[in-house]
């Protein structure tokens, strides 16, 4: 063999190694390096998505801390069911405070509800206008929690400033079989 086709030879077969080193260890090296940078990229995402979830979660952690101190706020307000006859009572006294005169205050019906009572008086006020205001005020400001339902403002016709109100208050109470 002259050396001129040995140096062909030697070529060709420098070219098929380079081929088979390529087909055969290259290109699937690449292929299972393209396989991993999209695994990494899948957990890459999945681990943002997890860092989000992981925020919403403290996010809606912090919301149900500040919605549990607003219910007990919201109960504080609801006194037990047994201290009905005290806020009727303290109702009443506020009426007569103000130098209104109850014609009448009756209990109507109570309506139970998740968590609270509803007791529903029906009241008849005759004073002057401006005691009528100073007791709205008032029992506004009771840390409890009232409703005034329905309301009936009447004048006098014999007296100046003097009014007959007939209205319905709700006042709200714990219910104890919650």
């Not at 030879?9 to 080193?21: E, H, Q, T």
């Not at 990229?41 to 919301?63: C, F």
């Not at 005020?137 to 007296?159: C, G």
């Not at 400033?161 to 079989?177: H, P």
């Amino acid at each position: 063999m002259n050396s001129g086709l040995r140096h062909i030879i030697f070529f060709v077969l420098i070219i098929a190694m380079a081929y088979i080193s390529y087909a055969y260890m290259i290109k699937p090296a690449n292929e299972h390096l393209t396989r991993q940078r999209m695994q990494m990229e899948a957990s890459r995402s999945k681990l943002t998505e997890l860092e989000r979830a992981t925020a919403a979660s403290e996010d809606l952690s912090l919301n149900l801390e500040q919605m549990e101190q607003t219910i007990k706020e919201f109960e504080n307000k609801l006194p037990p069911s047994n201290e009905i006859h005290t806020v009727l009572e303290n109702v009443t006294l506020i009426a007569q405070r103000h130098g209104l005169i109850p014609k009448m205050i009756r209990t109507l019906k109570t309506t139970s509800n998740q968590g609270y009572i509803e007791q529903p008086l029906e009241m008849e006020l005759h004073g002057n206008f401006n005691s009528y205001y100073a007791f709205l005020l008032e029992l506004e400001q009771m840390d409890r929690i009232t409703k005034i339902r329905q309301l009936e403002l009447k004048k006098k016709s014999k007296l100046e400033g003097q009014t007959e109100a007939k209205f319905v208050v709700s006042i709200f109470f714990q219910n104890s079989k919650v």
